[in-house]
C-alpha cells in the first residue's frame, strides 16, 4: 500500500528515535561515541547504533532504514559505492564521487550524501585556515582524496594539485576539483601552501605504518600541512612538518568535520562541534 507508506514517511514524528552506521567490520566504529556525545549534549533522544552490514547487503538496510523510520544512516565501507542505488537520489557531490557516506531524510525521500571533503574543508576554516587562500597539494587519490579534491574546487581554492603513486586514480581525483585542478608531482610541494595527506601512509597497523608518504624535505615553514590519518594522530608526516616549522592538523578535524555535517542534515541544528571532537579524541585515546 504505497500511499499508506508514503503518509508515515511524510511525518517526521513517527520515525523512530533511532540513526545509527552500516558497514563491515563495524565493531570499532567510533560513530557512536561521537554521535552519542552530539545527541546528549543536544537533548535529542536519540540513539545510534553499529550495524554489522556485509558487501551486497547495502540496498537491503537501506531498505530497512526506509521501512522503520531510521533518523539517519551513515555508510562504511564496505558500501559506500552500492547504497546509491538503494536512495532515492543523492546530491550533486556524492553523485560526482560515486560514494555516500550518509543517508538522510528530506521529506519523504533519501537522500545519499558524502560529507567527507566538506567535513574536511570545515574543520580548516575552524582553525582560521581558508581553503581558498592557497594553493593546495592532495597526496594520494582514494576515496578520501577523492571528496577532499572535489570540495576544495567548490571551496573555491586556487589550485588543488593531486600527487599519487598511480597517475590513473590521479587524474580522476584531479578532474573532481574542476578547472583549478591538475595531477602534479612531490616537487610541486615546495610552491604550495597547503599540504594534505590523505594516503593511509603512516597509519597503525598497514604496511606502511611508521613512513612518510612524501620527502620531508619538500616541507618548510608557512606551510600548513593536515594528514587525514588519524591512528596514531601525531603521524610521521606531522611530526616532519612540525619540525620544519610547519602549521599541522592531525586527522581528528576530518572525523569530526565529516560527523557534524551528518548531524546537521539528520537534525536541521548546527552540531555541538568541540562535544563531538572530545569524544572523537577520546575514542583515540582508548
Ligand atoms: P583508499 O584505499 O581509497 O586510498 C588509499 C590511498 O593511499 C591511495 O591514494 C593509495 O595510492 C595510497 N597509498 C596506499 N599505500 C601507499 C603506499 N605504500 N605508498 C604510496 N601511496 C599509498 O583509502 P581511503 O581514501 O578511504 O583512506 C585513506 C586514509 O585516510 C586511510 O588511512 C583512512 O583511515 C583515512 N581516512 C581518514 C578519515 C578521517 O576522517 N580523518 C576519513 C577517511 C579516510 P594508489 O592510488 O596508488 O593505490
Same mark, same amino acid.
Given at each position: 500500500?504505497?500511499?499508506?507508506?508514503?503518509?508515515?514517511?511524510?511525518?517526521?514524528?513517527?520515525?523512530?528515535?533511532?540513526?545509527?552506521?552500516?558497514?563491515?567490520?563495524?565493531?570499532?566504529?567510533?560513530?557512536?561515541?561521537?554521535?552519542?556525545?552530539?545527541?546528549?549534549?543536544?537533548?535529542?533522544?536519540?540513539?545510534?547504533?553499529?550495524?554489522? !552490514?556485509?558487501? *551486497?547487503? +547495502?540496498? $537491503? #538496510?537501506?531498505?530497512?532504514?526506509?521501512? %522503520? /523510520?531510521?533518523? &539517519?544512516?551513515?555508510?562504511?565501507?564496505?558500501?559506500?559505492?552500492?547504497?546509491?542505488?538503494?536512495?532515492?537520489?543523492?546530491?550533486?557531490?556524492?553523485?560526482?564521487?560515486?560514494?555516500?557516506?550518509?543517508?538522510?531524510?528530506?521529506?519523504?525521500?533519501?537522500?545519499?550524501?558524502?560529507?567527507?571533503?566538506?567535513?574536511?574543508?570545515?574543520?580548516?576554516?575552524?582553525?582560521?585556515?581558508?581553503?581558498?587562500?592557497?594553493?593546495? !597539494?592532495?597526496? *594520494?587519490? +582514494?576515496? $578520501? #582524496?577523492?571528496?577532499?579534491?572535489?570540495? %576544495? /574546487?567548490?571551496? &573555491?581554492?586556487?589550485?588543488?594539485?593531486?600527487?599519487?603513486?598511480?597517475?590513473?586514480?590521479?587524474?580522476?581525483?584531479?578532474?573532481?576539483?574542476?578547472?583549478?585542478?591538475?595531477?602534479?608531482?612531490?616537487?610541486?610541494?615546495?610552491?604550495?601552501?597547503?599540504?594534505?595527506?590523505?594516503?593511509?601512509?603512516?597509519?597503525?597497523?598497514?604496511?606502511?605504518?611508521?613512513?612518510?608518504?612524501?620527502?620531508?624535505?619538500?616541507?618548510?615553514?608557512?606551510?600548513?600541512?593536515?594528514?587525514?590519518?588519524?591512528?596514531?594522530?601525531?603521524?610521521?608526516?606531522?611530526?616532519?612538518?612540525?619540525?620544519?616549522?610547519?602549521?599541522?592538523?592531525?586527522?581528528?578535524?576530518?572525523?569530526?568535520?565529516?560527523?557534524?555535517?551528518?548531524?546537521?542534515?539528520?537534525?536541521?541544528?548546527?552540531?555541538?562541534?568541540?562535544?563531538?571532537?572530545?569524544?572523537?579524541?577520546?575514542?583515540?585515546?582508548?
Amino acid at each position: 500500500m504505497p500511499g499508506a507508506r508514503s503518509r508515515v514517511l511524510s511525518d517526521d514524528a513517527a520515525r523512530a528515535p533511532v540513526a545509527g552506521v552500516i558497514g563491515s567490520p563495524i565493531a570499532h566504529s567510533r560513530s557512536p561515541a561521537i554521535f552519542g556525545a552530539a545527541f546528549a549534549s543536544e537533548g535529542i533522544d536519540w540513539h545510534y547504533f553499529p550495524f554489522e !552490514v556485509g558487501e *551486497g547487503d +547495502g540496498a $537491503a #538496510a537501506v531498505e530497512a532504514m526506509r521501512t %522503520l /523510520g531510521l533518523r &539517519g544512516l551513515s555508510v562504511t565501507m564496505p558500501l559506500k559505492v552500492e547504497v546509491i542505488d538503494a536512495v532515492d537520489r543523492c546530491s550533486a557531490g556524492a553523485e560526482a564521487l560515486g560514494a555516500v557516506n550518509c543517508i538522510a531524510w528530506e521529506g519523504d525521500e533519501l537522500v545519499g550524501h558524502n560529507t567527507d571533503g566538506d567535513g574536511f574543508v570545515d574543520s580548516l576554516r575552524w582553525r582560521g585556515i581558508d581553503p581558498a587562500g592557497g594553493r593546495a !597539494v592532495v597526496v *594520494g587519490a +582514494g576515496g $578520501a #582524496a577523492r571528496s577532499i579534491s572535489e570540495a %576544495l /574546487g567548490r571551496a &573555491g581554492s586556487p589550485e588543488v594539485v593531486v600527487v599519487n603513486r598511480s597517475l590513473e586514480r590521479a587524474e580522476r581525483a584531479a578532474a573532481l576539483a574542476g578547472t583549478n585542478g591538475r595531477v602534479g608531482t612531490e616537487a610541486d610541494i615546495v610552491g604550495a601552501e597547503l599540504v594534505f595527506n590523505a594516503t593511509s601512509v603512516g597509519m597503525a597497523g598497514t604496511e606502511a605504518a611508521g613512513e612518510l608518504p612524501i620527502d620531508p624535505a619538500r616541507l618548510h615553514r608557512g606551510q600548513v600541512v593536515a594528514d587525514i590519518v588519524y591512528v596514531p594522530l601525531v603521524t610521521p608526516l606531522l611530526e616532519a612538518a612540525s619540525a620544519a616549522g610547519a602549521l599541522t592538523l592531525d586527522g581528528l578535524g576530518m572525523l569530526t568535520g565529516q560527523a557534524a555535517q551528518a548531524f546537521t542534515l539528520w537534525t536541521g541544528r548546527d552540531a555541538p562541534i568541540a562535544i563531538m571532537e572530545a569524544a572523537a579524541r577520546q575514542t583515540l585515546d582508548r
